[in-house]
């Protein structure tokens, strides 16, 4: 399992988002090239399946910030959506709005149309759980990755995010979940 630590799509897509993400920057990059890896080793994708797992990635995520929001699903669908639009990737839309609304449900996603879904759901995992939830990947690899792409902060900031949400939204605790 080789570790991809420059991906050229990744840094050219997350660049742009540099100023609005802000001191989160660091944090949300390394997660990103973190789950992309966590991905990548699980599966052996084509050329255009990583293609599709490398944007997910990098928008998975991104409503926090260009929304303001813990709620951050829709809006970073919106975003990605805009991304493939203005890249001529529209065919690519139903795939990568799956992937993205579905990159925090609890159980497995049986989708015999995209089988990029459910490894891109394990890689997130494998990430958001700090390596708890291994999903078949090897310990060793995990550590590495994560010693490659250090944390900066990013799951304090999301368990930050999480308290304010709970506290204002307690009837709707954890938008983002999905069974």
Not at 47 to 52: F, L, V
Not at 111 to 138: H, M, N, W, Y
Not at 160 to 171: I, K, M, T, Y
Request: aromatic share 12%; charged share 25%; glycine share 6%.
């Amino acid at each position: 399992m080789e570790i991809q630590d420059q991906i050229p799509l990744l840094e050219d897509i997350l660049e742009k988002w540099k100023d609005r993400i802000g001191a989160d920057f660091t944090g949300y990059k390394n997660h990103v090239y973190r789950m992309v890896n966590f991905c990548f080793a699980l599966r052996d994708f084509d050329p255009p399946e990583r293609e599709k797992i490398i944007i997910s990635g990098c928008f998975h995520d991104l409503g926090i910030w260009s929304g303001n929001t813990f709620d951050y699903l829709p809006p970073s669908i919106s975003l990605a959506k805009d991304y493939l639009q203005k890249n001529n990737l529209e065919k690519w839309i139903p795939e990568i709005e799956l992937m993205i609304d579905h990159h925090h449900k609890l159980r497995k996603i049986h989708d015999a149309r995209f089988q990029t879904i459910e490894v891109f759901r394990q890689g997130d995992l494998v990430d958001f759980s700090l390596g708890i939830v291994k999903c078949g990947l090897p310990k060793t690899f995990i550590k590495t990755v994560k010693a490659q792409f250090p944390n900066a902060g990013f799951h304090k900031r999301l368990a930050r995010l999480a308290g304010s949400w709970v506290c204002r939204h307690p009837l709707n605790p954890l938008p983002v979940l999905k069974w």
